[in-house]
């Protein structure tokens, strides 16, 4: 029993998720979404366009990695993709939640998730690879807003965006083309 206990305990934490609220608004324009609608969102994502990975994927192992890798915005919050001052302390804050949220389960699942989730953070495997296509996309749906609205500059996006291709040159290019341009043209994404 001890060991179920522990997996529930970790379930029922998890379930705060739900609360963290992101910096990247739903596509209808109004709501932001929370970390458990954009770790849905990527799951079923990259059922879709797995296809489009430059190497062959592990779709389930993907998937695993997109519901865990914001498990730590529990304890850690959500840090801005574009936000300087907290990204400068997010590696320490998300190090800490890991250990303690990731530990609630038994020995053998923490160790799994942890590395699962360190493998995500690395960004070295084709699995990891995967992150960034969706808050782009939600933004271009957006008409750009919050890009607008914290004036972010195309540098930043490309820099956030630099491995982007090495796991997807399409979906890179699909993105860069449909999604960052048209935003750049409106003036929406700063020069």
Same mark, same amino acid.
């Given at each position: 029993?001890?060991?179920?206990?522990?997996?529930? =305990?970790?379930?029922?934490?998890?379930?705060?998720?739900?609360?963290?609220?992101?910096?990247?608004? =739903?596509?209808?324009?109004?709501?932001?979404?929370?970390?458990?609608? @954009?770790?849905?969102?990527?799951?079923?994502?990259?059922?879709?366009?797995?296809? $489009?990975?430059?190497?062959?994927?592990?779709?389930?192992?993907?998937?695993?990695?997109?519901?865990? @890798?914001?498990?730590?915005?529990?304890?850690?919050?959500?840090?801005?993709? $574009?936000?300087?001052?907290?990204?400068?302390?997010?590696?320490?804050?998300?190090?800490?939640?890991?250990?303690?949220?990731?530990?609630?389960?038994?020995?053998?699942?923490?160790?799994?998730?942890?590395?699962?989730?360190?493998?995500?953070?690395?960004?070295?495997?084709?699995?990891?690879?995967?992150?960034?296509? =969706?808050?782009?996309?939600?933004?271009?749906?957006?008409?750009?807003?919050?890009?607008?609205?914290?004036?972010?500059?195309?540098?930043?996006?490309?820099?956030?965006?630099?491995?982007? @291709?090495?796991?997807?040159?399409?979906?890179?290019? $699909?993105?860069?083309? @449909?999604?960052?341009?048209?935003?750049?043209?409106?003036?929406?994404?700063?020069?």
């Amino acid at each position: 029993m001890e060991r179920i206990e522990k997996q529930m =305990q970790f379930i029922l934490e998890i379930d705060k998720e739900k609360q963290i609220k992101r910096k990247t608004l =739903q596509s209808n324009g109004k709501d932001f979404e929370d970390d458990a609608q @954009h770790a849905w969102h990527m799951a079923i994502m990259t059922l879709l366009l797995s296809e $489009y990975a430059n190497d062959e994927i592990d779709v389930l192992k993907t998937i695993s990695m997109l519901l865990i @890798h914001d498990l730590v915005e529990i304890d850690a919050g959500d840090t801005y993709a $574009y936000d300087d001052q907290g990204l400068k302390t997010q590696n320490e804050r998300e190090n800490l939640a890991a250990n303690r949220i990731f530990n609630l389960l038994p020995e053998d699942q923490a160790k799994k998730i942890f590395d699962l989730w360190n493998e995500f953070e690395e960004r070295k495997t084709a699995e990891a690879k995967l992150d960034n296509f =969706q808050p782009v996309m939600l933004n271009a749906a957006t008409d750009g807003r919050m890009w607008a609205e914290n004036g972010v500059h195309l540098e930043k996006i490309l820099k956030r965006n630099e491995k982007t @291709h090495e796991g997807s040159k399409v979906l890179w290019k $699909y993105m860069y083309e @449909h999604f960052i341009l048209p935003n750049v043209k409106k003036g929406r994404i700063k020069e």
